[in-house]
Structures are given as structure tokens and as C-alpha cells.
């Protein structure tokens, strides 16, 4: 028997009536292919968990109301004793939860996790699994929780020009630099600070030849051939996941390498903006002390 009492919201989406002049025409301003979009990230925002963090992506080209294209919140639950039927391990035991939250996307997300929310879940275990000092912590767990307040994607495309699949790259860099700053918060034993970075290759228009920029807005461009995600220990000199989506043109290696060395490049820039945020929270205590 349906629940009569709840009020679901509509499936698609749905734009407010706003009652002003319209807003000026969006401007192609040409971005740097060796810049990234600006990185707000701010630690313990959630007193309740272990260790906490927030990470926002700008915009500089938005229109709207907010100038940012990406939102996401993760907690941290751990590290805590497992129960005493589990059997005995002398590692942590990490678990992932990546979930959009239903509001993230154009079109509205069911309350349960898909396959693409899955797939994001298991290579942020595989980023984490390469950092954490596991062995401190012999039966033990500690769960990583990750919400998508708003996904990377442009809002006022029409239907027909969405395409989630290349957000999802942009999607776990986040992802992967907001947990690892969320695991620094809680105080877990890491050997560096991970960081995720994407690299595509893209083309601007129809007529431009293909060229390899890191961070790509999605909606920028006219077609998107391959992008690649990487997680990078930058002290260490060390990746921990690759993921790798599209088609290279003649199955050029020396592309596929210049997709990964751009990748590291981000994944520098966003370990710059963990390590600075990470000593703000550090400061404050030591002028106490």
C-alpha cells in the first residue's frame, strides 16, 4: 500500500518562474589548458563523525545564481572495533559509500545506488587503500562516506546534449581529494595525501584539432575523445588508481602517456589546496598551546 502522506517530487526537472530581466548572454572565455578551476575545501564540518570535509568547485563562467559546478560532502565513521562474530584481521577494513544525493543531476536520483555510484565507490577503495597505514589498525573498520550535493554538469544544456558519463571522472577526483582530507581530519595514519586530478582530450569546436587540458568543464567543449582520472601520492611518487574511459585516435601511446603525466599535473595543484587547508586547522591549535 502507497504512502499517502508523502509528497515525491517530480521525476525530471523542474525551473521556478523568476520574474526578471534575462541574464547576459554566456561569454567562451579561453581557459588555460595548464589551469584548473578555483578549489574551496574546508575540514570539520560535521562535529559528529570522526573527520569531516566539504569541497567546492567555481565556475568563473556561470551564470546562474551559485558560480559553483561541483559540491560534495564526506564523513568519516572510524576507526572502531568490528563486532565479535567478524573474523579476525589484521588490517582495517575500509568501506566506500559514494551516493548522489537526488537533487545532485538534471534528472532526479532514486534514494538507492546505481551502478555508476557503485563503480565510483570501488575506485575510491582502491585510491584510499594505497594511503592508509592499514596495519595499525588490526581488526578494525572505518567507513567513508561521500555525498554528491551537485554533480559537474551544466544545468541549462538541453536534454538532448546531456552526458553524464565523462561527469563521473570529475566526479571521483573530487571525491578522492575531499576523503583524503576528511581521513587527515579524523586522524588516521596515512603515508601521504592523495589526490585526485583528470586530464581529457578534447576538442572546442568542430573545426579545432583535439588538444589534452586538465580539469575539464564538461560543458565547455564540443566533444570530449578519452579523459583519465588518476590518484596520486605526490611525496612518494606513486599512483594508486588509474581510470581511463574513451577511445584514443590510432591507439597512440605516447598520447595515452601525456593523458597520464597531465593527470599528475592536477593531481599536484589539488594536493597543494589539501596540504593548505590541513595547516589552517593545524595553526589555531598550536597558538593555544
Known amino acids: 500500500m502507497a504512502d499517502r ?22 561569454t567562451n572565455t579561453e581557459k588555460d589548458e595548464e589551469s584548473v578551476r578555483k578549489i574551496f575545501l574546508q575540514t570539520g564540518v560535521t562535529p559528529s563523525a570522526s573527520g569531516s570535509a566539504y569541497l567546492e568547485l567555481v565556475n568563473p563562467d ?33 568501506t566506500t559509500h559514494v551516493k548522489y544525493a537526488p537533487f545532485a543531476t538534471k534528472q532526479r536520483r532514486g534514494y538507492l545506488r546505481d551502478s555508476s555510484e557503485r563503480d565510483l565507490g570501488v575506485h575510491l577503495e582502491t585510491a584510499l587503500r594505497g594511503a592508509i597505514i592499514a596495519d595499525r589498525w588490526p581488526k578494525s573498520g572505518v567507513d567513508i562516506i561521500v555525498t554528491i550535493v551537485e554533480g559537474d554538469q551544466d544545468r541549462h544544456a538541453p536534454e538532448s546534449q546531456r552526458d553524464d558519463s565523462w561527469d563521473t571522472m570529475n566526479v571521483l577526483s573530487g571525491c578522492i581529494t575531499v576523503a583524503s582530507a576528511a581521513i587527515a581530519d579524523a586522524g588516521i595514519d596515512c ?29 565547455d567543449y564540443h566533444k570530449i575523445y578519452a579523459a583519465c582520472c588518476v590518484a596520486y601520492l605526490p611525496t612518494r611518487d606513486e599512483v594508486t588508481n588509474i581510470w581511463f574511459k574513451g577511445q ?32 589552517k586547522t593545524i595553526k589555531p591549535e598550536e597558538e593555544v598551546s
Do not use: Q, W
Open 62 to 94: 556561470s551564470t546562474g545564481p551559485s558560480n559553483t559546478s561541483l559540491k560534495l560532502s564526506c564523513t568519516v565513521h572510524g576507526p572502531r572495533a568490528l563486532p565479535r562474530s567478524a573474523p579476525f584481521s589484521p588490517h582495517i577494513i575500509l
Open 191 to 219: 603515508v601521504d595525501t592523495v589526490a585526485g586530478g583528470v586530464a581529457a582530450l578534447v576538442a572546442k569546436d568542430a573545426t579545432s584539432r583535439p588538444s589534452v587540458v586538465i580539469d575539464p568543464a564538461i560543458a
Open 5 to 26: 502522506r508523502r509528497i515525491n517530487g517530480p521525476v525530471g526537472a523542474t525551473v521556478p518562474p523568476v520574474y526578471d530581466s534575462p541574464p547576459p548572454p554566456k
Open 248 to 279: 584514443l585516435p590510432g591507439a597512440d601511446m605516447m598520447l595515452y602517456n601525456n593523458l597520464i603525466e597531465r593527470s599528475l599535473v592536477a593531481c599536484r595543484i589539488a594536493n597543494k589546496v589539501v596540504v593548505t587547508t590541513l595547516k
